[in-house]
């Protein structure tokens, strides 16, 4: 009870100058670990993608990246608009294509080796997929397994927060529709 005490005093002080403020009460624990469930966010829009037409991301080329979304989609799915997609290769297994937007910001929709799904910090469900992301000070990064390969969407803000980790997550769901 020690733990909450500030918080529940930071919201009764608030609740009592500026009329109700909902209190945040802690979920009872059973031991001393919590657990949570992995944080999971929509896509802005969707798509059906038969399988015989989804694409192997663990073959994919670079090229082939920039065609598995649209600049149009990805602006909806950011929230920002980008440009069409420059596609970069470091080797055969490390290859990405990246969207710039008008200011500073970036999207990179990138295939990396098996087993990079892990490299996340944090558990997300990207629908019926399971991965991982990690916000950084200027990206937000989720990592999803796809068959022999992990997808990883990066957007990259000046300063990064939470609305960069959504739409990674949007991006992702939207991405892995048209994988297989």
């Known amino acids: 009870m020690r733990a909450i005490a500030p918080t529940v005093l ?3 002080l608030a609740a009592g100058c500026s009329g109700s403020v909902p209190v945040p009460v802690p979920a009872p624990s059973t031991s001393g670990t919590t657990t ?5 966010v929509e896509p802005s829009i969707t798509r059906q993608v038969p399988p015989d037409r989804r694409t192997p991301l663990a073959r994919a080329s670079a090229q082939q990246l ?3 979304v649209t600049p149009d989609e ?11 997609g420059v596609p ?3 080797e055969p297994s490390i290859r990405g294509c990246r969207y710039a937007a008008a200011d500073t910001r970036s999207i990179l929709v990138a295939a990396q080796p098996d087993g990079y799904g892990s490299l996340g910090k944090e558990e997300v469900e990207l629908g019926p997929v399971r991965g991982t992301q ?7 990064t989720v990592y999803a397994p796809v068959a022999g390969s992990t997808l990883q969407v990066a957007v990259n ?20 529709a048209g994988l297989r």
């Open 10 to 12: 930071v919201g009764l």
């Open 36 to 40: 949570s469930e992995p944080e999971s």
């Open 66 to 68: 920039c065609g598995l």
């Open 74 to 84: 990805l602006g909806r799915l950011a929230g920002f608009p980008v440009q069409p």
């Open 88 to 90: 970069n290769e470091v």
């Open 134 to 140: 990690s916000l950084h000070a200027n990206d937000c």
């Open 157 to 176: 803000a000046a300063e990064a927060d939470s609305d960069e980790c959504d739409s990674a997550q949007g991006i992702a769901q939207y991405v892995l």
